[in-house]
């Protein structure tokens, strides 16, 4: 399917999904969280897709957020247009959340407002040392979306998370790296290359066992311990009798490398 705002595709068994709005920032307005939330949910669906990147077009941005003109268009109907746009955006970045496949952001330039939110949501980030980090939400005098109030104080705590929705500091790539914003920052050229290379690696993994560590850490910080460690057993229970899970005993047994199919 073609889309007017993103390009989509699936190559060996890695979905790349690039915001292409690049006149625009690569920000979203209602027709591309639309199509954001269509294109993971076909992800989600593939069962090709044992990892999946996003990224924006170009190098300036990988995503500024919402697109604010369009807000500005339509100020006597701006809530019902922020209502439909984050509801696409909110249910995409939840199907991101409990799919199976690892997520990786490729953070190419600025992530700001739902730009930063989306890098956050992300399982792993890659930024380029070019890139930078802003929330810019209560600089327009708007509150933060896109999952950032949720995922922030987990990934930087709440003191951090704090000052960037207060102040809207801006975070260059390393700094980003040494709050824990992002897993590793490389020069801009080596992005696309780094990327590939950590997708390529996630593919060939046992995705399930993935799947279920994604949920465990979901769920973690809302629970019990003893209720996380109840959940812990039914998951690796489950897993152990999976086509995966026998294989990976298997090779470790036999001394090899698992072939696993995901």
Same mark, same amino acid.
């Given at each position: 399917?073609?889309y007017?705002?993103?390009?989509y595709?699936?190559?060996?068994?890695i979905?790349?999904?690039? !915001?292409? =709005?690049?006149?625009?920032?690569?920000? !979203?307005d209602? $027709?591309?969280?639309?199509?954001?939330?269509?294109?993971?949910?076909?992800?989600?669906? /593939?069962?090709?897709? =044992?990892?999946?990147?996003?990224?924006?077009?170009?190098s300036k941005?990988?995503c500024?957020?919402? /697109?604010?003109?369009?807000?500005?268009?339509?100020? $006597?109907?701006?809530?019902?247009?922020?209502? &439909?746009?984050?509801g696409?955006?909110?249910?995409?970045?939840?199907r991101?959340?409990?799919?199976?496949?690892?997520?990786?952001?490729?953070?190419?330039?600025?992530?700001?407002?739902?730009?930063l939110s989306?890098a956050?949501?992300?399982d792993?980030?890659?930024?380029?040392?070019?890139?930078v980090f802003?929330?810019?939400?209560?600089q !327009?005098?708007?509150?933060?979306d896109?999952s950032?109030?949720?995922?922030?104080p987990?990934?930087?705590?709440r003191?951090?998370?704090?000052e960037?929705?207060?102040?809207?500091?801006?975070?260059?790539?390393?700094?980003?790296?040494?709050?824990?914003?992002?897993?590793?920052?490389?020069?801009?050229? &080596?992005?696309? &290359?780094?990327v590939?290379?950590?997708?390529?690696?996630?593919?060939?993994?046992?995705? =399930?066992?993935?799947g279920?560590?994604?949920?465990?850490?979901?769920?973690?910080?809302? /629970?019990?311990?003893?209720?996380?460690?109840?959940?812990?057993t039914?998951?690796?229970? &489950?897993?152990?009798?999976?086509? /995966?899970?026998?294989?990976?005993?298997?090779?470790?047994?036999?001394?090899?490398?698992?072939?696993f199919?995901?």
């Amino acid at each position: 399917m073609n889309y007017q705002n993103f390009d989509y595709c699936v190559d060996a068994q890695i979905a790349r999904i690039t !915001i292409s =709005r690049e006149k625009a920032f690569n920000s !979203i307005d209602l $027709e591309s969280a639309r199509e954001l939330c269509d294109i993971v949910n076909r992800c989600g669906s /593939d069962r090709s897709v =044992r990892a999946v990147i996003i990224t924006g077009a170009g190098s300036k941005a990988f995503c500024a957020g919402g /697109d604010v003109a369009s807000f500005a268009a339509q100020p $006597e109907t701006v809530d019902l247009l922020i209502k &439909e746009i984050t509801g696409y955006l909110h249910q995409a970045i939840s199907r991101l959340a409990w799919m199976d496949a690892p997520v990786i952001a490729a953070v190419n330039g600025v992530a700001a407002g739902a730009g930063l939110s989306l890098a956050a949501a992300c399982d792993l980030a890659i930024a380029a040392d070019t890139a930078v980090f802003t929330s810019a939400y209560t600089q !327009i005098g708007l509150t933060p979306d896109g999952s950032a109030t949720y995922y922030l104080p987990r990934l930087i705590g709440r003191r951090r998370a704090m000052e960037l929705f207060l102040t809207n500091r801006v975070l260059k790539a390393p700094e980003a790296l040494e709050w824990g914003l992002v897993n590793r920052v490389v020069p801009a050229a &080596e992005l696309s &290359e780094s990327v590939d290379a950590l997708a390529m690696q996630l593919a060939r993994g046992a995705t =399930r066992a993935m799947g279920g560590v994604k949920k465990l850490l979901l769920l973690s910080a809302n /629970d019990s311990l003893e209720s996380q460690m109840e959940r812990e057993t039914r998951q690796i229970a &489950e897993l152990s009798r999976s086509a /995966d899970g026998l294989e990976g005993v298997k090779a470790f047994v036999e001394k090899r490398k698992p072939a696993f199919g995901g």
